[in-house]
């Protein structure tokens, strides 16, 4: 789930209770480290993929417990051990950033989603495991909330990915509505463009809202967190829809007035006990 890159990652929420903040911000430093040196900065791609390699060789150590000499992978061998973490999200989070520097189309929506999977899933498997809430059903509707909150996050940065070069809605989608890639180096919006955008919507909607029912089977602060992640999704849904589409101009965030509405959604799904469609 991309705090700019991570923005719904649970870092500072005040609902995580305090005794996860530490295994959390492990987590975190390792995630958003690892994506910066996939992303950020002048280095060449081999020199990107040779310091992810290095991220790889520690998670080995720390699978054979090996004292860790880096302070950050010593804090995450520490928080590996205590939670009883799997390795394989850390494994699947580096598969998805060395594949960020060598990638930059998707033909098929199977393909993006496959990419969902490796850079968003492990993150809610993770947070799954630190609240021991880790069942067929939880992780089913987990993946789709991040999947769906990764798909949201590249329909709000298409601007900023056609900068770096990348496009990160499906070809068979481009073609389906014509739009061409050179679309994305013009700033307007038009009927085309509009349409695909809907569908993209559209669908992202769909799949945030079939793993929304996790965020009311899981009790206490977990449970809310996931109601505002969920919420706070869906409005940017709203926000994407409230300007045509047009997402070259202007990013659409959440804004300070935005957080009422979501947390007054969040209550009232609590409150009905199902999940909510904004309205």
Known sequence: MPVDHYENFPVASALLPKRLVPAVEAIYAFARSADDLADEGD????????????????????????????????????????????LKPFYDLLSAFKQDV???????????????????????????????????????????????????NFLQDVAIDQQKERIYLPLEDLSRFAVSPAAFERVEAHGKWSALMRFEVARARALLLGGAPLALRLRGRIGWELRLVVQGGLRILEAIEAVNYDVFRRRPKLQKRDWLLICWRALRMKREKRVLAPS
Do not use: W
């Open 43 to 86: 280095a060449s791609p081999e020199q990107r993929l040779a310091a992810l390699e290095v991220y790889a060789r520690a998670l080995d150590g720390i699978h054979r417990k090996e004292v860790q000499s880096d302070p950050m992978f010593a804090r995450l061998a520490k928080v590996v051990e205590q939670y009883e973490l799997p």
């Open 102 to 152: 060598t990638v930059t189309r998707y033909a098929s929506y199977d393909e993006l989603l496959d990419y969902c999977r490796r850079s968003a899933n492990p993150v809610g498997v993770l947070m799954l495991t630190l609240y021991q809430a880790v069942d067929e059903d939880n992780v089913r509707d987990s993946d789709a909330i991040c999947s769906a909150l990764q798909l949201i």
